[in-house]
């Protein structure tokens, strides 16, 4: 996929002329397919682009009903690169603030939903475009598809049903990606966005594993009548605390689902399971919930037992610290570029991981065209990424703390939450 020209200073970027390959076409790898485009300048010949995913367009358009947080404040910067990136008007009719009378909110809520700490959604324009929003992961990613399609008057950009099995660095320093039907594609840059489970890292680094952060987590998607999704879940989102040890997350996810997660501490990792599971086993998970979840008052058990099936997920919460691309073999002498999960893998509870995704392919294709030397590119966009990233990784073990404290510790950290209700109040 070449790009078109577009208004912007630079002088012989990095990316000149060479062929990328991206592997993965999640929200990282489109992210910086469409951020390229966007920030390519005139003159300078524009780089081609060549996008395998290893599933197909179907397969994962229809799989993925949960939500994603997408933020504009300091911390994240999601809805800014949609701006820059000009698809944010086209998720807006998609997400629950959107599509409601009023405005979500973030909470932190007690076991009988009274909030202790609330952080709505406010916009900087009188409304018409928000600071934040949650949106289907599957919509994020269908409208991002489309957009890197409309770059091309011909077929579909993105190889589909295409993994990649393993790659090797040729002796001129280019990068050849071996796919899973055996055929090969050599390229000059590669990015690898192929997700927390990268194969990609797993051959390079071999040690850099995901860790278990100590907590199981069984969610699934409820499904009501349109318009009747149960208060506060039908805008509102965010965690429970004092429920005995066990965590809950809600989230809307369109006029007639939301999403629940319960979550509770577990030595070891559970066997995770999704779709499809047999009948018998999805009632034993259902109940589970239920009895985890014995300390929240409603609507959580009606959200439980209106559950579709086929969402229903036991999943171990994962994570990893990011690593610099200078610690990588051969840094230097080829360009292998990691970014998103492949790098920096979050659990659910950051509620960052989309918004890192979106920014760390804004990031690398500004650092790709700015740039003149390819490891000094690299070295600046590390500079930029493994902060943020690390932030989020430790800000996550502080909510996985904080949800599922019991004792002294929740007692405190309800402390901490009013104190800072009360400072938010004041302040505005």
């Not at 300078?44 to 060549?50: E, G, N, V």
């Not at 069984?218 to 066990?246: A, E, N």
């Not at 590119?377 to 990424?385: F, G, L, N, Q």
Request: aromatic share 8%; proline share 7%; hydrophobic share 40%.
């Amino acid at each position: 996929m070449s790009f078109p020209s577009q208004n912007a200073a630079a002088t012989n970027p990095v990316a000149t002329g060479k062929k990328i390959i991206i592997v993965g076409a999640g929200i990282a790898g489109l992210s910086l397919a469409l951020s390229l485009r966007k920030q390519w300048p005139n003159g300078p010949k524009p780089p081609f682009l060549s996008i395998y995913e290893r599933e197909t367009r179907e397969a994962i358009l229809g799989r993925e009903g949960y939500s994603l947080s997408i933020r504009g404040d300091a911390f994240s910067g999601g809805i800014q690169v949609l701006q820059r990136l000009d698809i944010l008007e086209r998720m807006l009719p998609f997400s629950p603030l959107a599509l409601s009378s009023r405005r979500g909110s973030f909470n932190l809520w007690s076991t009988d939903w009274k909030s202790l700490l609330k952080f709505p959604i406010a916009s900087d324009d009188g409304g018409s475009s928000p600071t934040g929003m949650r949106i289907a992961r599957a919509v994020l990613r269908r409208i991002m598809m489309d957009a890197v399609c409309e770059a091309e008057s011909g077929p579909d950009p993105i190889n589909w049903n295409k993994p990649c099995s393993k790659i090797e660095t040729l002796p001129d320093g280019k990068v050849r990606v071996y796919l899973g039907d055996g055929a090969v594609d050599d390229c000059d840059i590669l990015i690898v966005a192929d997700g927390a489970s990268s194969k990609i890292r797993a051959q390079i680094l071999p040690e850099d594993k995901l860790q278990f952060t100590g907590v199981v987590c069984i969610s699934g998607t409820s499904t009501f009548p349109d318009g009747q999704v149960p208060s506060p879940v039908d805008t509102d989102w965010g965690g429970v605390l004092g429920g005995g040890g066990t965590g809950l997350f809600v989230s809307p996810i369109d006029q007639n689902r939301a999403l629940w997660s319960v979550s509770f501490y577990n030595e070891t990792p559970r066997e995770s399971l999704r779709y499809p599971i047999p009948d018998d086993q999805v009632e034993s998970i259902l109940q589970e919930a239920l009895e985890r979840g014995q300390h929240f008052d409603q609507p959580f058990q009606s959200m439980v037992r209106s559950t579709d099936p086929s969402t229903l997920m036991v999943f171990n919460a994962m994570d990893k610290q990011p690593f610099a691309h200078k610690d990588c073999p051969g840094f230097g002498n080829s360009s292998i570029i990691f970014i998103g999960d492949a790098n920096h893998a979050v659990s659910p509870f950051a509620g960052n991981g989309a918004n890192m995704a979106l920014l760390d392919g804004w990031g690398l294709a500004e650092h790709l065209i700015k740039g003149e030397a390819m490891a000094a590119a690299i070295e600046k966009y590390d500079r930029e990424s493994i902060p943020r990233s690390a932030a989020t990784v430790k800000q996550s073990h502080w909510s996985i703390s904080m949800l599922h404290a019991t004792g002294l510790k929740l007692f405190l950290y309800r402390l901490m939450l009013r104190v800072v209700g009360i400072y938010l109040r004041w302040k505005g």
